[in-house]
């Protein structure tokens, strides 16, 4: 994983003694902008929060220009700045996962799963954008946006964190900082640094769900993403409940963030879906289209429904999936708010 301290010689040629004027500064910290968001949006989990961050950073390092000492990289004191900013938005506006407000759809009293959280602040993150900030493989920082660490999964785990076990971990686990200068940063003890390490650790392994290995050895899992994707898209168009059935594992499970409603089970998703593809029903959408995009690093459909009488396919939903062994096992449903950030068109 990526060193700040250790690459910060080679990655930051641009130790400056004195950030002064205004077209200087932002010549030389513009070009940490895009990872600096996904850093925010890694302690905040969402993408809107996330914007609004690094412009106070941005503005925070303009106040602090004068304290930057030319010995210490750029990059560097520019992430010391944006974790406070995100501990500082953390500490003045509370967000704790709560248990889900009402009973998951389909799920068997005797068979439940286990419960989960609602993180109704949760957003995705485009592709489009993490691909600015991902250097080439085996690059010092090809890990800033490793899968790993900002599939939704990550993202909802790391919301369970306290702000200040959240950002050790994403500074020491994400960033591969050294303890002693997380510590420093943080302004604990390297003792109490490395306690919040553990704790956090622990809190992670116990909500992410298990990597198995996707799609076999001798499988391209981008070309296999591609292909379960096309699939969606063909039975969403073709209004086909059956065909999209076969692409979900029979535990699937769906949630609609900030929506508290939330689903679990093949059969029980797959009724909702018979009921909005058929005229006939109360619960009928209208005619579908859709898009293939990437969120997280993870595939994801845009969603465009036309209503019966309109000539125009108006955005109705962005499906993030997780795959497991081919199949979507998870689906994060977000609202037509987030068409924007991902470059998407306004209508079909």
Not at 19 to 36: C, G, K, N, T, Y
Not at 134 to 151: C, L, N
Not at 287 to 300: D, I, M, S, V
Request: aromatic share 8%; charged share 25%; hydrophobic share 45%.
């Amino acid at each position: 994983m990526a060193d700040l301290g250790a690459d910060a010689a080679q990655h930051d040629t641009e130790q400056e003694t004195s950030i002064i004027d205004e077209p200087s500064f932002a010549a030389l910290v513009d070009r940490h902008r895009r990872e600096l968001q996904v850093h925010c949006y890694r302690m905040l989990g969402s993408f809107e929060d996330a914007e609004d961050l690094v412009q106070e950073t941005y503005l925070r390092a303009w106040r602090k220009r004068e304290t930057f000492e030319g010995r210490s990289a750029v990059r560097a004191w520019l992430y010391r700045i944006a974790t406070n900013v995100c501990l500082d938005f953390l500490r003045a506006n509370a967000r704790t996962p709560l248990p889900h407000r009402q009973p998951a759809l389909g799920a068997d009293p005797d068979t439940a799963p286990p419960p989960t959280d609602e993180v109704p602040w949760l957003q995705p993150y485009p592709d489009r954008l993490l691909d600015v900030v991902a250097p080439p493989e085996g690059q010092p920082d090809s890990q800033v946006v490793a899968r790993e660490t900002i599939e939704l999964a990550f993202l909802v785990a790391v919301q369970h964190l306290p702000a200040q076990q959240r950002a050790v971990l994403i500074l020491r686990d994400v960033l591969a900082w050294p303890a002693n200068e997380t510590a420093a940063m943080l302004g604990i003890s390297l003792a109490s640094a490395n306690s919040a390490l553990q704790r956090a650790r622990a809190t992670l392994k116990d909500r992410l769900p298990p990597r198995p290995i996707e799609w076999g050895a001798t499988t391209d899992p981008a070309e296999a993403e591609r292909a379960l994707v096309q699939r969606c898209i063909e039975a969403l168009e073709k209004a086909d409940a059956v065909s999209f059935a076969k692409l979900l594992r029979a535990d699937v499970r769906v949630t609609m963030p900030p929506d508290p409603f939330w689903i679990v089970g093949r059969e029980t998703f797959t009724a909702g879906l018979l009921a909005q593809f058929d005229p006939t029903s109360p619960a009928y959408f209208g005619e579908w289209r859709a898009l293939g995009t990437r969120a997280n690093r993870q595939p994801a459909v845009a969603g465009y429904v036309r209503r019966p009488g309109e000539s125009l396919y108006r955005p109705q939903v962005l499906n993030v999936f997780r795959v497991e062994g081919g199949m979507i096992a998870e689906i994060t449903a977000f609202p037509p708010e987030v068409f924007s950030a991902f470059d998407l068109p306004h209508h079909l």
